[in-house]
């Protein structure tokens, strides 16, 4: 009788053996992010899995940042209470902008809690720190979560950047190669991450002083993004904005021209400049370089 | 004292959110103890509703039924009483030994008492040797057995049984037959509704009709016997016709009377029924 | 022993009897176990320093699980009897329909804890077993919990018997489980609509559960200090009163239930 389960469940196996076979491969390659998403639009199997180890990976992302705060779930704040003044303040350690800058807590304050004896009983049942005043722990507690997110999922780029951050930020002397380390890992595995590139970039401009060495790296994340425009410039204006306002194009742009005019490069620094502000409106570096330069700033193409 | 006495007693299911249904409609009857009577009707005659009453499952819109004089709302009016539900599932976790342990138990039984009277009830209903089998493991007859145990169990002074013969094979029903007989011989009232009216013919002293939520016929089975040819071909002729042609024998005198007629003998309770 | 105790212990014993004989509490406690071993078999991979992502996954599961089973194991006390029609040989006893409900309730109740305590002690097993030490404060985790398992068997009871079984299942699980994000959204509405709808907001806000003030687990991972004691003592005192209220719902319509 018991042969009537074995057999299915034994086809069950064999079955799902030559689904992660087909898929395996595909995953475990190391293509850059456009082509990666080629592959799973593709391949089913490979997309479910995908989907899956992918999943795991932004479910211990978003539980890191509680770990950062034992435990203290944080949310960012509503319109009325940024109009209100609720704001998070700057705490103590440099960490600061790993929130956003209108974060509060889940369990809010005593002052802009309605339920008085509730809201006392709900700070000392559940972790609780005002945000204003807050600090963290250990944050090498959170870095096996890092190491974990990338591990499963060594195409998600977010683990690599927040976590060369945190090694960078975790020890005291602030090691910097350890967190290029961690980072050379992720473009090893994501060499089409224009975010990576910037990060290691950035660590090499403004932590090692290396400008000639981080304009190789921000180059390469500038080349990214200008082929990602060029494939993808078509007239959905809101991917296009999307794409723009994202904080961390603006970074690299910044970073990359930074870098131009630290190496001496004012031809290619004032067209970079040009170019950015061109098709990014927030472009402060580019601004500024042309101001030093004492040139026209161009219009601004009309998004 | 009457073992069940039932006062116009109706009652009522929504069918609509304005409209309902009246299942029993106005019916009075009383059964004394010692008395094995059968209650009969088609199926959505009545029968269940009004048993359901009598235990307290439902609630009456109007009249009243007592057991023993203990108004059936009050838990205590079931302190005397066996009952067996129409085609009860018991637990498929439990064997029918824990499921007797469990309904003594409810009941205030306990210790050895408690063991050797499900012992001995076991047996009786043949189930001797499945005592520690799981009841899901038992056909539909053998736990019908089980319900019968669980009525039987703490020696009842009134059993109301509903379609007791359900499930059960010829030899189930012989085995019923013997046991209602015995409890009889015991003094046990015995109320019970069935569709076997072959069974109610060789068991019952009486029998009681229901007919679309009404009483419509209440008789001697002795004196239906002399009557018909078959209690079957009367029943068939009754619910069809809807009107009972025969002499109603049943003691509609004695509804009034005190609790002093219980102490008549049968001969006297007969005499004044005709 | 009063007849309602000796009516209480024979509801927990079969109950008892009843979830011991079916598998979902053992398939939830090898669930359990996978989770945590799981979690910590990341070491053997070379990713060391997981003791609060294995505290977590363990706590995780003991909390979900043990809301399930509480959600699972209430309402389906009396829809069950019902459906198999054992309603009828039960209450053929001289007992009340008070005496059944609320010895349901306390059954599922203690069930309910049996399976956390389960669950907790084959998590703390496992977490032993990889040195991976608790703090004090785990003693008002089990508190609390106990307190919100009360309040849990005793919603679920009364839904069971206002709904269909099915549908108080959904019910339970979704405030169980849900909870903590209905108040949360009551409270960030709360003071963004005019002052009548601060008060609507505010009713019911009172009359949702409020399991995850009863949680404690994310302090007892973390490894906090013991909550005020004041705390435990309020919401022990708050959950006792909220369940009374739930079950006395439930009495009303249990008792004018027809069988």
Redesign the interface.
């Known amino acids: 009788m018991k042969l009537y389960f074995a057999i299915p469940a034994v086809a069950l196996l064999a079955l799902n053996g030559f689904l992660l076979r087909a898929a395996l491969p595909e995953m475990l390659r190391q293509p850059d992010t456009e082509g990666a998403e080629e592959v799973y639009e593709e391949k089913p199997t490979t997309s479910i899995l995908g989907e899956f180890r992918t999943s795991l990976a932004s479910y211990l992302y978003g539980?890191a940042h509680?770990?950062m705060h034992?435990?203290v779930v944080f949310r960012a704040a509503?319109e009325?209470e940024v109009q209100k003044g609720k704001r998070v303040a700057a705490h103590g350690d440099s960490l600061e902008d790993h929130h956003g800058s209108q974060e509060t807590s889940?369990v809010?304050e005593s002052e802009y809690?309605?339920?008085s004896f509730?809201g006392d009983?709900?700070r000392?049942?559940?972790?609780w720190m005002d945000i204003r005043r807050h600090g963290h722990?250990d944050l090498?507690?959170a870095?096996?979560?890092f190491?974990?997110m990338t591990?499963t999922d060594p195409h998600f780029v977010e683990g690599y950047d927040m976590g060369s951050y945190l090694v960078f930020c975790a020890a005291k002397d602030r090691n910097v190669d350890r967190a290029l380390e961690f980072l050379a890992e992720g473009i090893a595995n994501n060499p089409g991450s224009f975010r990576l590139q910037k990060s290691y970039g950035h660590y090499l401009l403004a932590n090692k002083g290396q400008p000639e060495e981080a304009l190789v790296h921000l180059r390469k994340a500038v080349e990214i993004l200008e082929r990602r425009a060029a494939k993808g410039g078509g007239t959905d204006r809101t991917q296009r904005q999307q794409l723009i306002d994202d904080i961390e194009v603006s970074q690299t742009w910044n970073e990359f021209i930074m870098a131009l005019r630290k190496t001496n490069r004012r031809e290619e620094a004032i067209r970079w400049s040009r170019r950015c502000i061109e098709i990014n409106a927030p472009c402060a570096s580019g601004v500024r370089t042309l101001k030093i330069y004492g040139l026209p700033l161009p219009k601004t193409r009309s998004l | 004292m009457y073992a069940i006495a039932v006062e116009n007693l109706t009652v009522t299911?929504p069918t609509t959110r304005s409209e309902t249904f009246r299942a029993v409609d106005g019916v009075s009857f009383h059964v004394r103890p010692g008395e094995i009577v059968g209650f009969l009707g088609v199926n959505g005659a009545g029968k269940t509703s009004t048993i359901?009453a009598l235990?307290?499952?439902?609630?009456a819109v109007s009249g009243q039924a007592t057991l023993f004089d203990v108004p059936v709302q009050e838990?205590?009016a079931?302190?005397r009483?066996?009952?067996?539900?129409?085609?009860?599932?018991?637990?498929p976790?439990?064997t029918p030994f824990?499921t007797l342990t469990?309904?003594g138990?409810?009941?205030?039984m306990e210790g050895n008492a408690l063991k050797d009277r499900i012992g001995e009830l076991l047996i009786r209903v043949g189930l001797s040797g499945k005592e520690h089998v799981?009841n899901r493991t038992l056909s539909k007859g053998m736990q019908q057995r089980v319900?019968i145990a669980?009525?039987l169990l703490a020696t009842p002074r009134l059993l109301i049984l509903d379609e007791v013969s359900s499930g059960l094979d010829p030899i189930g029903r012989r085995d019923l037959r013997v046991i209602l007989n015995e409890e009889r011989d015991r003094g046990t009232t015995i109320f019970f509704s069935s569709h076997q009216l072959s069974e109610v013919e060789t068991v019952c002293d009486r029998v009681i009709v229901l007919n679309k939520g009404k009483l419509i016929a209440e008789h001697r089975v002795s004196d239906l016997v002399k009557q018909v040819s078959s209690l079957e071909d009367y029943f068939v002729t009754l619910v069809e016709t809807g009107g009972d042609s025969l002499h109603r024998t049943a003691p509609e005198s004695n509804r009034n009377n005190d609790t002093s007629e219980d102490t008549r003998t049968e001969t006297e309770r007969k005499e004044a029924v005709v | 022993m009063t007849?309602t105790l000796?009516?209480w212990?024979?509801l927990i014993?079969?109950s008892f009897?009843?979830m011991v004989?079916?598998k979902e509490l053992y398939v939830l406690v090898i669930l359990t176990v996978l989770m945590v071993v799981g979690a910590y078999s990341?070491t053997f991979?070379?990713?060391?320093?997981?003791e609060?992502?294995v505290k977590?996954m363990a706590f995780t599961a003991v909390g979900l699980f043990s809301t399930i089973l509480g959600v699972t194991i209430a309402t389906r006390q009396i829809p069950e009897e019902i459906s198999?029609?054992?309603?009828?040989?039960?209450?053929?006893?001289?007992?009340?329909r008070a005496?059944l409900l609320t010895g349901k309730f306390v059954a599922s109740w203690v069930l309910t804890l049996a399976s956390f305590a389960l669950l907790l002690g084959v998590s703390l097993l496992v977490l032993t077993l990889l040195r991976l030490p608790l703090k004090v404060i785990l003693i008002q985790y089990i508190w609390?919990k106990a307190v919100s398992f009360l309040w849990l068997s005793a919603i679920c009871i009364c839904l069971s018997v206002y709904v269909s079984s099915s549908a108080a299942f959904t019910l339970g699980l979704l405030l169980a489980l849900g909870s903590g994000a209905f108040t949360?959204s009551f409270?960030?509405a709360?003071?963004?609509g005019v002052p009548i709808l601060?008060w609507l907001i505010?009713i019911l806000?009172g009359f949702l559960p409020?399991f995850?003030?009863?949680d404690?687990a994310?302090?007892v991972?973390?490894g906090?200090d013991p909550?005020?004691w004041w705390?435990p003592l309020?919401?022990t005192v708050y959950g006792i009163a909220i369940s009374a209220f739930w079950l006395k719902l439930a009495l009303n319509r249990f008792e004018?239930m027809?069988?």
């Open positions: 539980r509680e770990y034992g435990g509503t009325s889940v809010p809690d309605p339920r509730w009983i709900e000392g049942a559940q972790p722990r090498a507690e870095l096996p979560l190491r974990m591990w | 299911y359901k235990m307290g499952f439902q609630t838990a205590d079931r302190s009483v066996g009952f067996l539900p129409e085609t009860a599932l018991y637990s976790y439990l824990e469990f309904y138990e409810l009941h205030g799981l319900g669980q009525a | 007849p000796r009516v212990r024979t014993r079969g009897l009843e004989r079916r990341f991979f070379g990713v060391s320093g997981l609060i992502f977590d198999r029609r054992t309603i009828y040989p039960l209450l053929a006893r001289p007992i009340s005496q609390l949360r409270l960030l709360y003071g963004d601060n505010a806000y409020h995850t003030l009863f404690i994310r302090k991972v973390y906090w909550i005020a705390i309020a919401l004018k027809a069988l």
